[in-house]
């Protein structure tokens, strides 16, 4: 995994001057995505293990998506009415 460079005082300053500013617009727009986003990528930059545990979260929910999605089950009358592969001469 990439790992960043440890931030500079002036660095940490700003990002998290940043992420308060980013919260406050959350708490009045909860639903917006991209807010959130931005929120949570300098998070990830003031502690490099959250990082690892949202990828770990979202891997387990695509996981879990795929286990309970099926495909659509065929029906032998399905099949049937499928055209033939070889034409009748």
């Known amino acids: ?4 460079p ?3 005082g002036w660095q940490r300053t700003n990002v998290v ?6 919260r406050e617009q959350i708490s009045r727009m909860p639903e917006d995505q991209k807010l ?25 929910e695509m996981a879990d998506a ?4 099926r495909p659509p089950s065929r029906t ?8 033939p592969l070889i034409a009748a001469k």
């Open 76 to 83: 032998s009358a399905g099949r049937r009415s499928a055209a």
């Open 36 to 60: 959130r986003g931005a929120y949570e990528g300098l998070l990830d930059l003031l502690d490099p293990s959250l990082l690892l545990l949202r990828k770990q979260r979202e891997q387990k």
């Open 66 to 69: 795929a286990r309970h999605a």
């Open 1 to 4: 995994m990439y790992r960043t």
């Open 6 to 8: 440890a931030l500079q």
């Open 17 to 22: 001057a940043a992420a308060n500013c980013l």
